[in-house]
């Protein structure tokens, strides 16, 4: 039994807030243009502001969506450079993401083969267009509708934001809308998925980011994120 359903496991995570929330987020539609950073309220601010992750979701009939907003101790180029770096997923999201191969690279737009697994739900193949926006620093998916298996859809962004006056740090902003059938479809399933989801997203990209903290390090980041220009 193929499909995607832990894709939901290791995107669940970030914000939205592009245009209206209602025609954003509460219909299962594409990204279009620039996604604007989300608005948190002073509370959540707060509470991102002390390094805790925001996390937003919402089960809407036969799919679910989930946002976030977490701060990352790094450079912003080297959130950049592990969010596009899909070939090493499948290292970053263990035990989750058993494959991550790129069939596609066409200057910023990469299409992805997932393999991911759940305990609940099995195994599923899921196959993803990435389309990078370096300039802008946001990055939004779809399904590839070629080759993807309908039992589950997943469409969503990524941006990374600087901090004002704080280069080391950026926060990422992070949503992901999910459509899934059978098993993973039910929606007590759904909601521990969307759950489980966004909090190994934040810790995932939080963890490998940080990690290229060191000078050279971040040197290789920038490299990687200049490569991914036209």
């Known amino acids: 039994m193929k499909s995607s359903l832990t894709f ?12 209206t929330f209602a025609d954003e987020v509460d219909a299962f539609t594409p990204i279009v243009g620039t996604p604007a950073p989300i608005v948190l309220t002073p509370d ?7 390094g805790k992750t925001v996390i937003m979701k919402k089960n809407a009939g036969d799919y679910g969506w989930a946002k976030a907003v977490f701060r990352v ?10 969010l596009t770096n899909y070939k090493d997923y499948v290292n970053f999201c263990k035990p989750d993401i058993t494959k991550s ?6 200057k910023n737009k990469i299409g992805v083969d997932f393999n991911l697994h759940h305990w609940l739900a099995g195994t599923y193949v ?4 990435h389309e990078l926006h370096p300039g802008e620093n946001y990055i939004t998916w ?3 509708e070629s080759k993807t298996p309908h039992d589950l859809s997943s469409i969503g962004f990524w941006r990374v934001m600087p901090v004002k006056d704080q280069a080391d740090k ?19 399933v759904k909601k521990l998925l969307m759950q489980t989801g966004a909090e190994k997203a934040t810790q995932w990209v939080k963890r ?7 000078p050279k390090l971040e040197k290789q980041a920038e490299l990687m994120v200049n490569t991914q220009t036209p």
């Open 170 to 188: 950026a926060d990422v902003h992070y949503l992901i809308k999910l459509k899934i059938g059978g098993i993973a479809g039910i929606g007590p």
């Open 142 to 144: 779809k399904p590839d």
């Open 73 to 82: 101790n790094t450079a912003p180029s080297n959130v950049w450079s592990v």
């Open 8 to 19: 939901l496991h290791f995107f669940l995570v970030l914000s939205f807030a592009a245009g």
């Open 126 to 129: 899921y196959y993803t267009m």
């Open 101 to 106: 191969e790129v069939y596609l690279n066409e």
């Open 208 to 214: 490998e980011a940080e990690a290229l903290k060191s």
């Open 44 to 50: 959540q601010q707060a509470k991102l502001e002390a």
